[in-house]
């Protein structure tokens, strides 16, 4: 399964999904309580971008952070992957 979470209210979300098209799903945590446990927040307070792999058992297999958003896509290949 893959999803977003982001702090933006869900209208703002809805725009952002039907303007780039974005065939999954995204969360709203408006109150930054997930984001902070999570992913944490910069300076501005939103979320940072990251990226987690759970298995079908619930278990976090893998974190990335600090992601390099022209070769997230590959990474994340390699690394499921890996994982089978």
Known sequence: VLFAISVDIVEDQKKFVKEY???????????KKACKVYAGLNIAGLAKRSTFIID?????????????????GKEIAETLKLLN
């Open 21 to 31: 098209n974005i065939p999954y799903l995204h969360l709203s945590d408006p109150t």
């Open 56 to 72: 079908k058992q619930g278990v976090v297999r893998k974190i990335f952070h600090d992601i390099d958003v022209e070769n997230h």
